[in-house]
T-cell receptor, first 109, second 115 residues
């Protein structure tokens, strides 16, 4: 059974700080996706990483896929209150995604 | 371009009852997937529909069933509701059923509470 473990589960930081959240598995995934979910809304796709070792940047967000395609990280530089939300990683085939439990991020002004 | 819409937004049911949740897919999308998200958890795959046929199912009992209509909208039906069925039910549509470069577009979900 493929599982994705995310850490930390909760993170509360001040505006302007940097942070990294992790997504780990003992299984190899052909691709991993990161989503952000805000209260009362569905998850919104941020990025898909496909190649081992791949690094993708989305403004202040940097995503990395591990060389062995078993893990991924999300780094946020100079966090802002608008970054607050639940960050989910997901892997597997597109219609049958396996999600981690998420990291709940709170950025305080 | 109209996004994924789900109805109702909130629903309260009693244990043992049946419920139907509805989803309109994004314009042009032919594939619909349903996920259950319990409080504090990530979404769990229930099943996927492609061109009106079930195209994959997660670890959910047969009392969870679905339909997809010719216009690609979809329904999720749950019979004999249990307290543990209380969750946010998410519908997601996509252009194809398997490609990683055909992203899922999620609706805002239906919050089901079973008492």
């Amino acid at each position: 059974t493929q599982l994705l473990e995310q850490s930390p589960q909760f993170l509360s930081i001040q505006e302007g700080e940097n942070l990294t959240v992790y997504c780990n598995s003992s299984s190899v995934f052909s691709s991993l996706q990161w989503y952000r979910q805000e209260p009362g809304e569905g998850p919104v796709l941020l990025v898909t990483v496909v190649t081992g070792g791949e690094v993708k940047k989305l403004k202040r967000l940097t995503f990395q896929f591990g060389d062995a395609r078993k893990d991924s990280s999300l780094h946020i530089t100079a966090a802002q209150p608008g970054d607050t939300g639940l960050y989910l990683c997901a892997g597997g085939s597109q219609g049958n995604l396996i999600f981690g439990k998420g990291t709940k991020l709170s950025v305080k002004p | 371009e109209t996004g994924v819409t789900q109805s109702p937004t909130h629903l309260i049911k009693t244990r043992g009852q049946q419920v139907t949740l509805r989803c309109s897919s994004q314009s042009g999308h032919n594939t619909v997937s349903w996920y259950q998200q319990a409080l504090g958890q990530g979404p769990q795959f229930i099943f996927q529909y492609y061109r009106e046929e079930e195209n994959g199912r997660g670890n959910f009992p047969p009392r969870f069933s679905g339909l997809q209509f010719p216009n690609y909208s979809s329904e999720l039906n749950v019979n004999a509701l249990e307290l543990d069925d209380s969750a946010l039910y998410l519908c997601a549509s996509s252009l194809s059923r398997g490609a990683y470069n055909s992203p899922l577009h999620f609706g805002n979900g239906t919050r089901l509470t079973v008492t």
